[in-house]
């Protein structure tokens, strides 16, 4: 059974870098799939932040800009969500998820999120 | 405001059906058949109940079914079940910029 686990800071200072930590057992990242972060606010839902596959390929959301970094450790089976310069704005519920993905004419199609976190909630505040 | 709309409550009696749509334009929902529907019970993470379309994963119930037309996606619930009540959310791949992946706002589904 794949279990994804999110874990990190729960609160973080404005200006400072949110840095979260997802771990993954149940199945090797370095054996595929799409890894992925989103988050969750209660005014705008469900926001796609980015992910990456094992290889180290990334997508971003372009919203964020050059805030937002994702990585993959193989030999801890993990990724990490690193944002930075964070604002309230950035008060969610973190998740992880495992992306179902297809690989085509140089592009991922990211398909579907079927195995997710639990959910981590950071707080931005001073 | 979210890249897909979806509307923000349906409600139904137990053993009906119920339909919640989830429109975007040919960019995504309407371009590709990569549309995926997940439930959130309160406090939980969502759950995949649809992918590519239709499909339903192992374990859903086949009382959720899913279909497009156009730019619309579609996620049907027939016989509703107290347990149904919850928040449903759709996603689709997009081509729009880099995003990848646009989600709907939400749904709330409330059995009557």
């Known amino acids: 059974q794949v279990q994804l686990q999110e874990s990190g800071p729960g609160l973080v200072k404005p200006s400072e870098t949110l840095s979260l930590t997802c771990a993954v057992s149940?199945?090797?990242?370095?054996?595929?799939?799409?890894w992925g972060w989103i988050r969750q606010t209660p005014g705008k839902g469900l926001e796609w932040l980015g992910g990456?596959?094992?290889?180290?390929?990334?997508y971003y959301n372009p919203s964020l800009k050059s805030r937002v970094a994702i990585s993959v450790d193989t030999s801890k089976n993990q990724l990490t969500l690193k944002l930075s310069s964070v604002t309230a704005a950035d008060t969610a519920v973190y998740y992880c998820a495992r992306v179902g993905s297809y690989y085509g004419s140089g592009t991922y199609y990211l398909r579907y999120f079927d195995y997710w976190g639990q959910g981590t909630l950071v707080t931005v505040s001073s | 405001q979210s890249a897909l709309t979806q509307p923000a409550s349906v409600s139904g009696s137990p053993g009906q059906s119920i339909t919640i749509s989830c429109t975007g334009t040919s960019s995504d929902v309407g371009g590709y058949n990569y549309v995926s529907w997940y439930q959130q019970h309160p406090g939980k993470a969502p759950k995949l109940m649809i992918y590519d379309v239709s499909n339903r994963p192992s374990g859903v119930s086949n009382r959720f079914s899913g279909s497009k037309s156009g730019n619309t996606a579609s996620l049907t619930i027939s016989g509703l079940q107290a347990e149904d009540e919850a928040d449903y959310y759709c996603?689709?791949?997009?081509?729009?910029?880099?995003?990848?992946?646009?989600f709907g706002g939400g749904t709330k589904l409330t059995v009557l």
């Open positions: 990456i596959y094992h290889s180290g390929s990334t």
């Open positions: 149940g199945y090797s990242i370095s054996s595929g799939y799409y």
């Open positions: 996603s689709s791949y997009t081509s729009s910029s880099t995003l990848h992946v646009v």
